[in-house]
């Protein structure tokens, strides 16, 4: 599974996630305390900035990746011009496509184990409350495992309908897509259980 | 426990899937994307408990940077516009679909899991989304109804009989598939 | 290869490719096809299935041209629907229906029946089978070999000319698949069978030898076949299994 980190190697890539996830919470509340035009156009910029930094391709691809939030854009744009509230609805455009930029630079200089490795960190303390961290682990590589299996089930009931129908495939579809995947959560249940199962033990969650 | 764990990792999978299938067509030939479905088919297929855990595990995927939105979009990114509130609201609706599930164990399937996705699916997530948007935005009630809800909703109606009509399927198909009415 | 030739010819390519994803799957086939039984033989990953697939015209071919029965199965869909069928592997993969009579009729429905209509024709179809009792079963109570039957006869009422099989017995015991091939045999129109195994294409009266993408050889069924079984044991004594894809 591809993810959405960015090919282009920065220094941020070595940076621990911790520290960027801390930098971006702190960067998101300043976006909301720092309320006027010159520091949110500042803040724009800035953004912008970090993205042209390594190159002109990690920027082409931050910059798709923003691109995306055109209908939001134009949702707000239009309220705010009919409202006749631009200048608000400047300022809060600006302050929206900031944070979704600077969260993306975060997703594209972070890989995912990195990423992995902070979900869990943050899910240790959740243990009292009885969260099977081994299970949240083992569930997140089994999504990853499972996931090109499902596509593959997909595909063939689209052909299996395109084989037989010129229309584009219908809701029912989703029908035996379900049935696949609970057939195959059947299986995969049986084959964790062959291997020994997932009894939380305390004394084998130390990062091995 | 393990077939719980592999249960909610497959759904979550499934919510993911059917976001990076091509988009599927009602029988008027509008086309809709079903991952908004998968998550509706979470509460009402798994139950509360086990679908919300799916769309969570679903979420922390997207978070941790995996292209599972549909359109293979993802990353933190989402998580920072007004309308993030949709998607911490996914949980709270497969919660709330999977519980009128369980609860309302009477009736036929397909009607009670399309009550179920209008009142988790629609219900329970603009509860959630629309309070959200009037935070994070800011805006006031009106122009959270227009400018969140107002595109949506019809769009989600429709998702929303149409997942009871799977999981009324699904119940036909094979009984012992829809956990929620164990 | 004269234009009359290959508007009368069960299937026909010509220069056909297919390219995915930067790897050449199907290299320039060329063949014309006239019988009504035709089998096409290869080790897994020759690009059988894919070659099913475009004959079917669920495929575009990158380049080159399939026909069906003179039908341009890529580009006029309609027409294509009217002509090829095709059955895959798994009916697990096939099947989208609930029930046995939804799964028969959608087929029909699709090819313009109105509902009645194509409920009507699929409970005649289930009544030539000798399975009018099967018409409200859900399709999780029935047996493998069971669901293979249903989604043969889901495309045959479709009637096409041409019915293409990709390896539609892969996995079923010998009395199944022996039931199943007399069914097949109520087929009034032409076969392409798809297999990897030799024993389903016996009967057959000519056959295509896929290797790599590429037709190895083709003629007579039992000529090609001896040559391909020598190939099989040939590459048995080889250690193949342990190259990866690069």
Redesign the interface.
Known sequence: MISLTSPVRTRAHSWPAGAKLGALAVAGIALFVFDTLPAQLAAFAGMLGLYALPGRLFLRTGMERLWVLWPFVAIIGLFHLVTQTWFEGLLILLRLVTAVGLANLVTMTTPLDDMIAVIRWLATPLRRFGLNTRALELSIALVIRILPTLIDNGQRLIQSWRARSRRRPGWQIVMPFTLLALDDAEHMADALRARGGLVDKKGDFDGT | MERNVVLIALFAALIAALGLLPKFTLASGIPITAQSMGIMLCGTVLGARRGALAVVLFLVLVAAGLPLLAGGRGGLGVFTTPWAGFLFGFPVAAFVGGLVMEKWKSGNTTIVAGVAAIVGGIGALYLVAVPYYMVMKPAGLSEALITAMAPFMPGDLIKAVITGAITGALYKARPASVLSRA | MTTISAQTATVSFVDLSLSFQDKLVLDGLTYLGFGTRIGIVGRNGSGKSTLA?VI?G?VVPTAGKVRAFGVDVAKD??AA?ETV??L?Q?P????????VIEELA??LA?QGQSRAEARANAQQVLAEFGKSHWQDV???TLSQGQKHLLCLM??MA?KPRLLILDEPFAGLDIPTRLQLTGYLTRYEGALIHISHDPEDLRDYEELLWLDQGRIRETGPTQAVLENYLQEMERLGGQDDISDLAS
């Open positions: 697939r079917a669920l869909r309609k629907l069928g095709i895959f798994n697990d993969h096939q099947i989208i229906f609930p029930t959608f087929g699709q859900s399709i999780a889901a495309v479709m």
